[in-house]
């Protein structure tokens, strides 16, 4: 299905260009460009009072196209032992409230989100899946076995931060390509969508978020590729690890667990993960 | 000038000249070096010794480490937690593990730096250590 509707932008994507109006990459994405020159040509269509053809048709049913794709989200920490290298909890909030109850609560929110966007779009098939459903520890292999048992296209781990109780902001790292990483480059677009989306999403409601950026220079077990099993597969997992915020910090907590906004604020986060993975899928597909 | 003036005089400029070498970062980092052992972590973060322990844990354990009053004590409690939390195979389980592990074998490095009797590498340590801290 993927393919079809690949093949079928970039046959809207060569009417256009034929007639004009497109002169961007015959690629099958429909980015910025793609949407503008179709809507050139429809109000220069609409300006000549000419009817849309069965060519014509065929490029308005690519705006809408279905997106299809398996994501693996894997909410750090959880349970009361550690295990294979995973800790129970590493943060815990200014109030007292636990990483790993946090990122549980966001790999729910994330997956009910991206559910919401595949039965809203046409021929979309999201299929959702997560490491852990309650509060139990798995191990860093076994998480990544799970993306690799689900044949995932995306896996995010969900990550709470804390430090000294002053440092704040929102990181997501990769494998560093000297640890394993067969491939940085798709990593890295994805954990800048991630980073992007999910630094907005904060900033729109606390101006002192802060964007630390996409550190590609990590030695991280979850997103190890041989655990993924990246080197041998055919389509690799585009693999990351989200770091939210720094929650041993007071004014990030009011932000997200104890302020009058705070389910708000979560939700948005959830929201913009959901997006930024919804566009790489798009990206890959 | 008399004799009183001139002591007076003296005790002055001793004052003036002791507040300037106090402001002086590389001093201060001497005295840091010969005093009794205070991890830079409790010096940049005093409250870590109100925090209330939770063996086991990352930041608990950590935290503990931290707190450590002489060097004997806080090479065995940094060397501990070194063993407990370094990754075997050198991955971490995420940034703070990485963060943490790091800031403990600074430490440990600092505190051989002290071992050996080593004071100008102890104050480059100690510097690294701060930066370390800004830059976070």
Known sequence: ????????????????RDKGFYSGEIDGLWGKGSKAAFAEYSGFLRAAKLEIGSEDAIVEDSSVGGITGVVVLDPGHGGQQKTGGSSPNNATSYSGVKEKAMTLELARLVRKELNRISSA??????????????????GLTDRARVARAKAADVFVSIHYNGYDGRVRGTETLILSA????????????????????????????????????????QRLGVLKDVHLQNPRAALKTRACLLEVEFIDVEVVDELLNTGQDAKTVRLDVARAMAQAIVEDLEAHS | MSATQGRKISTLYSCLAFAMLACCPAILSAQDALAPYVSV????????????????????????????????????????????????????????HARFVEWAKMELVRLQHRASGDLAAERAQIAIMRQQAERD
């Open chain 1, 1 to 16: 299905m993927a393919a079809s509707i690949v093949d079928i932008r970039k046959l809207a994507q060569v009417t256009l």
């Open chain 2, 41 to 96: 972590w409790a010096q940049l973060n005093p409250e870590v010794f109100e925090t209330v322990d939770s063996p086991g844990s990352l930041l608990g354990e950590f935290r503990a480490a931290a707190k450590a009053g002489d060097d004997q004590t806080a090479r065995k409690d940094w060397q501990r937690f070194v063993d407990d939390f370094d990754p075997q195979d050198g991955f971490f389980e995420d940034g703070m």
């Open chain 1, 121 to 138: 779009r046409p021929d979309s098939n999201i299929e959702v899946h997560l490491t852990r459903a309650g509060d139990r520890n798995l």
């Open chain 1, 178 to 217: 000297a640890n394993g990483n067969t491939n940085p480059a798709d990593d890295g677009a994805l954990a800048e969508r991630v980073q992007s989306g999910v630094f907005a999403a904060l900033k729109n409601h606390d101006p002192g978020a802060r964007n630390r950026g996409v550190k590609d220079n």
